[in-house]
């Protein structure tokens, strides 16, 4: 009979997920996550199999977790539409400020896995693909909210601006890690809302 398991497997999970996101796929050794986990390698890779399964599972779950938040701020039906993106803009810039580290936010695992992986695992870009499916469903919804209350006047298509808003977010993550402060990153929200509103 198989022992039953001694530890908590969603918390090791987020542990490897921070791990994951600090490091990123390819520098993060067996030994990092053993150490972040607070497990030994056999109990790793008998619960979830390999590093890669435990990556997936472990971007999957960020995924989730981030796109469920995002959706709920987008979905908010106490705020016009264009308040709800400038909500949703308002959080990145916390999200950023708040994970610095020597000048620089972690960005975010999602784009970190794109520039990283995505051009070549294809599993990983299946997981990045379904997840920006999801984000991309929930801007449009909002543009095209945003049109019926009159808060979104850009002339634009609703699908092109669902877009431009990821694509700045993605945008936003990465002058993060690459040290732009909350000013700047507050700026660059300024202009997608200029965009998206005059």
């Known amino acids: 009979m198989a022992r ?8 090791a999970l987020d542990a490897a997920m921070r791990t994951f996101w600090k490091k990123g796929y390819e520098a993060t050794s067996t030994q990092d996550l053993c150490d972040a986990t607070g497990l030994g390698r056999s109990s790793i890779y008998n619960t979830f199999k390999s590093k ?12 989730d977790a981030m796109t469920s938040a995002q959706t709920a701020i987008l979905e908010n039906p106490a705020r016009t539409a264009a308040d709800r993106i400038r909500d949703l803009l308002a959080r990145i810039v916390e999200s950023e400020a708040d994970h610095r580290t020597g000048g620089r936010s972690m960005g975010c695992l999602t784009v970190n896995t794109t520039v990283e992986l995505a051009a070549r695992d294809a599993e990983v870009a299946g997981t990045l693909e379904r997840g920006t499916a999801r984000r991309l469903a929930a801007l449009r919804a909002v543009m095209e909210a945003g049109r019926r209350d009159g808060s979104i006047t850009s002339t634009r298509d609703p699908e092109a601006l669902a877009r431009f808003v990821d694509a700045a977010i993605g945008g936003m993550r990465i002058s993060g890690q690459g040290g732009a402060d909350r000013a700047a990153l507050e700026s660059v929200a300024e202009v997608v809302m ?3 509103t005059r």
């Open 4 to 11: 039953p398991r001694t530890f908590d497997e969603e918390r």
């Open 52 to 63: 890669h399964d435990l990556f997936e599972r472990a971007l999957t779950r960020y995924i």
């Open 194 to 196: 200029d965009a998206l």
